[in-house]
T-cell receptor
Framework: SQKIEQNSEALNIQEGKTATLTCNYT??????LQWYRQDPGRGPVFLLL?????KEKRKERLKVTFDTTLKQSLFHITASQPADSATYLC????????????FGQGTTLQVKP | GAVVSQHPSWVICKSGTSVKIECRSL??????MFWYRQFPKQSLMLMAT?????????EQGVEKDKFLINHASLTLSTLTVTSAHPEDSSFYIC?????????????FGPGTRLLVL
């Protein structure tokens, strides 16, 4: 069955450092991968989308890589700030064009001042 | 732009009652909306895909007669939890498909916290 794994342990880093979060998947060939941010008690907020034919995508302090051979995506936040503290979810989308997403369980990031 | 609202934001009800949750796309039309359920410290689990003017498509293991979905217009989908029981207590989140920066993505509502006593 399809499986998405994100590091369940919280990631604690110091302000100003680069945070790197990992998303691994098995038994799936996604057409695209998305990253979302979720704050406690709130719905997810879209951050970035990367397609299967793209290796890397950037948006301000965010960078996402997508390796379809390794079946892995890395999500980087450079110059991290305490306001970046949240849970980050990766989600896989298929090529069937239904728009359905399969979500990982998320990794909680804590940036300490 | 691309704001999705949910109502109510939280609800407490007695076991056996039905609860309706509304999901609205405020400034765009959404032909497709999705309903998710999220338990504490767990991932979002897709319950069903709601298409305007047609029957919802439910994920495996989700009872369609218990979780009634109606997508009556391009801006409104409703989820009704019928005969709710304590095990239905969860965080219910809807999303609507839209285009952002030329890319299709999902815009999520703020969620509805349901507690069944």
């Amino acid at each position: 069955s399809q499986k998405i794994e994100q590091n369940s342990e919280a990631l604690n880093i110091q302000e100003g450092k680069t945070a790197t979060l990992t998303c691994n998947y098995t038994n799936y060939s996604p057409a695209y991968l998305q990253w979302y941010r979720q704050d406690p008690g709130r719905g997810p907020v879209f951050l970035l989308l990367i397609r299967e034919n793209e290796k890397e995508k950037r948006k301000e302090r965010l960078k996402v890589t997508f390796d379809t051979t390794l079946k892995q995506s890395l999500f980087h936040i450079t110059a991290s700030q305490p306001a970046d503290s949240a849970t980050y979810l990766c989600a896989l989308g298929g090529s069937s064009n239904t728009g359905k997403l399969i979500f990982g369980q998320g990794t909680t990031l804590q940036v300490k001042p | 732009g691309a704001v999705v609202s949910q109502h109510p934001s939280w609800v407490i009800c007695k076991s056996g009652t039905s609860v309706k949750i509304e999901c609205r796309s405020l400034d765009f039309q959404a032909t497709t909306m999705f309903w998710y359920r999220q338990f504490p410290k767990q991932s979002l689990m897709l319950m069903a895909t709601s298409n305007e003017g047609s029957k919802a498509t439910y994920e495996q293991g989700v009872e369609k007669d218990k979780f009634l979905i109606n997508h009556a217009s391009l801006t409104l989908s409703t989820l009704t939890v019928t005969s709710a029981h304590p095990e239905d207590s969860s965080f219910y989140i809807c999303s609507a498909s839209g285009i952002l920066g030329g890319e299709e993505t999902q815009y999520f509502g703020p969620g509805t916290r349901l507690l069944v006593l």
